[in-house]
């Protein structure tokens, strides 16, 4: 029988943060961080909006991209806090109907380890093979979440004392809401209904419907053709207006399976796996030809523009292959004969990244736009091995004396 707590966000041990001082070295951030986060957020300069994000509908979204500071205490509050390695599940035990940018369940079942995604083609093999679908979007969910509801995450879930989960909710908000682009966000969102969702999910069960949420995507299903689905919506309106949240009533969806190849998360859940719609898999096989194409041209192959094609294709042969498609490994083949070659010019580049690194090594190799150098240093060496092996050989030996600390 299903306890209820599998249904609650709650704190998996004990281990807490006491004090301000406490939560300044389980950060390892000091004063002087925290006095220039306050003069950040006073001066307007803590996020810069990104433009030319667009939403279904057309209009702009509103993402931001955090300062370095503000971006690198939240990923340090992401590593410590919602997902810490140690332990290996994090502070969290996140409710199974829950999916999106929650981690992984790790679950060791007579010395073996078993690992449950908990990615958008997980969320929606719950639902495959029922009758009738439900899909609820949550509209302009991370706008409408407040600081209110953050500081609770870190209060009620967390069990954090008011300063500190005061801190804590300013570091992960932006104008008192929590921004789309902050690192801290998609963990905040998946959390945001843990005082609310529980009750309603439990509710559902006990009619038989599946639940399932994937960040502002509410999914519920049921075995029985044309479920009346009324109560069910009624319920979920009241649950999100608790929380100051809207519905985007112009996505609000019933469907059955009878009358339409249903799609949950991009992906057909008539079958027992879920499966691509066949006009994408089709569009798959056509980027790949297309791309053999381009090859064809070996200067073109050696072209930031083919490197850029090849990657978008690769991503979609990778979406096909994490299904389970019969013929993506054969796509998969094709896309890897015929891989990005490098250029005179790359060798110029790489030198360039490898001597930026070797000047700043001392002063940054802890930081995070460190790492990131890093990293990009060695993509650009791993295409510059396909034809310049010598060089690259030689970089590679350089960039290794240089190797960023853990950040």
Request: hydrophobic share 35%; with cysteine.
């Amino acid at each position: 029988m299903t306890s209820k707590y599998e249904y609650h966000v709650r704190k998996r041990t004990n281990r807490s943060i006491p004090s301000i001082k406490s939560l300044k070295r389980a950060l390892s951030i000091s004063d002087t961080e925290i006095d220039s986060f306050y003069e950040l957020i006073k001066e307007g300069k803590a996020y810069k909006r990104v433009l030319g994000h667009l939403k279904s509908s057309g209009d702009e979204r509103l993402v931001y991209d955090p300062h370095p500071l503000v971006r690198k205490i939240q990923r340090l509050i992401n590593s410590r806090v919602f997902n810490p390695r140690k332990p290996k599940e994090g502070l969290i035990v996140w409710p199974p109907y829950l999916y999106g940018s929650v981690p992984n369940t790790v679950k060791v079942i007579k010395g073996k380890v078993e690992v449950t995604s908990r990615d958008y083609i997980s969320c929606a093999k719950n639902h495959c093979l029922t009758k009738s679908i439900l899909k609820i979007d949550i509209k302009d969910f991370y706008e409408n979440i407040h600081k209110s509801d953050v500081f609770d995450i870190f209060s009620k879930v967390l069990k954090y004392p008011d300063d500190v989960s005061t801190l804590l909710a300013d570091f992960c908000t932006y104008k008192d809401k929590i921004p789309q682009g902050g690192l801290t966000s998609s963990f905040i969102a998946s959390a945001v209904l843990h005082d609310v969702e529980p009750k309603l999910v439990q509710r559902l069960h006990k009619k038989k419907l599946i639940y399932t949420r994937l960040a502002d995507d509410i999914t519920v299903s049921s075995f029985t053709n044309n479920y009346d689905f009324n109560l069910c919506i009624s319920l979920i309106k009241e649950m999100l207006i608790s929380k100051d949240l809207p519905i985007n009533e112009d996505k609000l969806v019933i469907s059955n399976h009878s009358n339409s190849a249903t799609l949950v998360h991009g992906l057909r859940v008539n079958f027992k796996e879920p499966r691509l719609p066949e006009d994408e898999i089709s569009k798959i096989r056509a980027s790949v030809r297309s791309l053999e194409k381009l090859a064809q041209d070996s200067k073109y192959r050696t072209s930031r523009d083919y490197r850029r094609s090849h990657s978008i294709c690769m991503g979609r042969v990778n979406r096909m292959q994490s299904i389970g498609h019969n013929k993506a490994r054969q796509l998969m083949v094709r896309v890897l004969k015929i891989l990005p070659l490098p250029s005179y010019q790359d060798i110029i580049t790489s030198h360039k990244l490898v001597y930026k690194l070797e000047k700043s090594f001392k002063k940054d190799k802890c930081e995070y736009f460190y790492k990131r150098l890093y990293n990009l240093a060695q993509y650009e060496l791993n295409i510059l091995q396909r034809s310049f092996s010598r060089e690259a050989h030689e970089l590679r030996n350089r960039l290794k004396r240089v190797k960023p600390n853990e950040v």
